[in-house]
């Protein structure tokens, strides 16, 4: 496993709700921003959401504004990812990362990367 590893995903219907979590090895993320991208098939993988490394900044795409909380517990080295009222088209592989600043990891400067993990939302 590498430094970064995702889980909770699955198939839920539409307007179900969804936790991804990601542990983070070590100190991996211990003094740096964290974050969500997606990518389907075919499409260049898209920022999702960011934290700083302290919580208290956060950034979300415009999809999932209102949607999508992002959140990290260092005690337990682990960033989550709450998805409420998902709809078809949140239908991706979801991967973590990690970046020196939220700005620096939106923009797609990361440091590590997770393996991914699929969130199938059906009709």
């Known amino acids: 496993q590498g430094p970064l590893v995702e889980s909770g995903g699955g198939l839920v219907q539409a307007g179900d709700s969804l936790r991804l979590s990601c542990a983070a090895s070590g100190r991996t993320a211990s003094t740096s921003a964290m974050g969500w991208f997606r990518q389907t098939p075919g499409k260049e993988r898209e920022f999702v959401a960011a934290?700083?490394?302290?919580?208290?900044?956060?950034s979300y795409a415009n999809s999932v504004e209102g949607r999508f909380t992002i959140s990290r517990d260092d005690a337990k080295n682990t960033m989550y990812l709450q998805m409420n009222s998902l709809k078809p088209e949140d239908t991706a592989v979801y991967y973590c990362?990690?970046?020196?600043?939220?700005?620096?990891?939106?923009?797609?400067?990361?440091?590590?990367w997770g393996q991914g993990t699929q969130v199938t939302v059906s009709s």
């Open positions: 934290i700083s490394w302290t919580g208290g900044i956060k």
């Open positions: 990362a990690t970046g020196s600043t939220t700005s620096k990891l939106r923009g797609g400067a990361i440091q590590y």
